[in-house]
């Protein structure tokens, strides 16, 4: 028999990878065509051309002993000191080698800083909605995940029920933006207020509250807006990246962990991450790809291609009647369900063939939420049977 622990977790699967798999099954049954699948977020902008010259000019010239062998756990020095410079660069900020640690992608980085902080029963608090994975990660080590309340209109964090919810027990904050699944991005404002409740608290409670920013979306804003760094407004800062997103690389599952040694205890977080990353079994994040990224700083991903389906999905859904959050940022549209009920929403629309996930799984109830990580020409078949299933519903009348 296996541990109740999985077996709950097999029991509750996960909503996008059951709809990415029906999506699999729609398109052989009507073909691919006839499918529209918004369920995962999967870049569909491929990786820059300095991903793929870097791997064959590595592997070709380089001593392979070196590129596909064991290292410091925390990844390769000069990998995590060239991390360190572009970050100084970029944000004015004073990071060395010490306080990068490479990881499996933002997953890898997330549950190697949870394993790192977490006694059983430590608190963990995020805003909802918020990426279902955290319910996991934070269990994983025990912890309590809490959920914080958004103001419903715009997703932004509510000031008075995140002070309410913190308590002695509170050990970290994870924060996500740009904001899966709303495409929010919170201001240097907001970011200040979050900063300012965390010291107060810290302050009356004599913690240790950590601010865990997750960021596989940073470079994904859009109209111009800033994603303000967050080590600069809080000391307690710990940054998750990740390249899955920001150069098409989820599969190589690379992304590292900036911890900055102004932290509470920071010589211990930094070596205990370290070693948290290898008895976690990850040892240290894939060799190559941690070469290839260190080349590739300067790249990004074609953020515009992203923004044209942004603006085209958006456009059309609210000319159809639909009520729905203009993204900033990341790659999802935040649509509510018309009859609040997202279940029934996300099974109506696929009479449709439209593939889509409701809310629920994301603490979001009431909403559904589009991937728009797809090929534009998929958006573009797809608008007529939004418009249809808005009719069903008796929007835009
Ligand atoms: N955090 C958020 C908010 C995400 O949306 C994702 C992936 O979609 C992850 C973390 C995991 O990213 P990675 O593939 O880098 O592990």
Not at 51 to 64: G, L, R
Not at 174 to 197: F, L, Q, R
Not at 376 to 381: A, N
Request: net charge negative.
């Amino acid at each position: 028999m296996i541990s109740k622990k999985v077996i709950s977790l097999v029991e509750n699967g996960s909503a996008i990878r059951a709809m990415f798999e029906e999506g699999s099954r729609m398109a052989e049954k009507y073909g691919k065509e006839n499918v529209y699948d918004y369920s995962l977020g999967n870049p569909s902008v491929p990786a820059p051309v300095e991903v793929e010259e870097s791997i064959v000019d590595i592997i070709k010239n380089s001593d392979p002993v070196e590129v596909h062998g064991y290292m410091n756990n925390a990844g390769y020095p000069e990998v995590r000191k060239a991390i360190a410079d572009h970050l100084n660069m970029l944000y004015g900020t004073s990071f060395n080698t010490r306080n990068i640690l490479m990881t499996v992608g933002a997953a890898g980085g997330l549950n190697v800083i949870l394993k790192t902080l977490l006694n059983p029963g430590d608190e963990v608090l995020t805003f909802a909605p918020y990426f279902v994975e955290y319910r996991s990660y934070v269990s994983n080590y025990e912890g309590k995940l809490i959920e914080v309340q958004t103001d419903p209109e715009t997703f932004l964090p509510d000031k008075e029920s995140f002070k309410r919810a913190i308590t002695p027990l509170t050990k970290a904050v994870i924060i996500n933006t740009p904001n899966n699944p709303t495409g929010v991005i919170y201001s240097e404002d907001v970011i200040k207020e979050i900063a300012d409740v965390l010291r107060e608290k810290e302050k009356e409670y004599e913690t240790s509250i950590y601010l865990i920013a997750d960021e596989p979306y940073r470079e994904l804003a859009y109209d111009g807006n800033e994603v303000p760094y967050l080590t600069k407004y809080y000391h307690n800062t710990v940054v998750g990246y990740s390249y899955s997103k920001s150069l098409s690389l989820p599969g190589e599952r690379i992304g590292y962990l900036v911890m900055p040694d102004d932290m509470d205890d920071a010589s211990m977080i930094i070596n205990g991450a370290a070693v948290a990353n290898r008895v976690l079994g990850f040892v240290n994040a894939p060799s190559l790809i941690q070469k290839v990224i260190a080349r590739c700083l300067d790249c990004t991903t074609d953020v515009k291609r992203y923004d044209e389906n942004r603006q085209l999905l958006y456009n059309a859904l609210v000319s159809y009647g639909y009520t729905c959050v203009k993204p900033q940022g990341a790659f999802y549209l935040w649509v509510q369900a018309p009859d609040g009920n997202d279940i029934e929403f996300v099974e109506t629309a696929k009479k449709y063939h439209l593939l889509l996930v409701a809310g629920t799984g994301f603490a979001g109830p009431g909403y559904v939420r589009l991937a728009y990580c797809v090929d534009k020409e998929m958006i573009k078949r797809s608008l007529p049977a939004f418009e249809a299933l808005a009719k069903e519903y008796g929007l835009g009348k």
